[in-house]
Nanobody, 122 residues
């Protein structure tokens, strides 16, 4: 059974921080590019960031760059999303996903977690 399981979501005030984790099992984690996506009520699923399988390079959506940091620990089969300076518009369900391609579109990610809720209030 291959799984991606997110954790670390919660409710914070504007300006606060959260650290999300995504633990993979059942597959060779280091062979996958890992991404974070989010979906707010009434909106399309949105690319947040990704980290490469080979060289660790990263890609961030303009809306989160300089505030969010993606990282991975292959020994722990885990990818992280450190979120700082949170804003109400960051409120969404956050999903961890894996892809064999280096991509920003959700259709190229074939392995998804169930999501974790992040709520930011003022």
């Amino acid at each position: 059974q291959a799984q991606l399981v997110e954790s670390g979501g919660g409710s914070v005030q504007t300006g606060g921080s959260l650290r999300l984790s995504c633990v993979a099992s059942g597959r060779t984690f280091r062979n996958y590019n890992m991404g974070w996506f989010r979906q707010a009520p009434g909106k399309e699923r949105e690319f947040v960031c990704a980290i490469n399988r080979s060289d660790g390079s990263t890609n961030y959506a303009a809306s989160v760059k300089a505030r969010f940091t993606i990282s991975r620990d292959n020994a722990k089969n885990t990818v992280y999303l450190q979120m700082n300076s949170l804003k109400p518009e960051d409120t969404a369900v956050y999903y961890c996903a894996a892809s064999q391609a280096w991509a920003v579109v959700p259709t190229l990610y074939g392995w998804w977690g169930q999501g974790t809720q992040v709520t930011v209030s003022s």
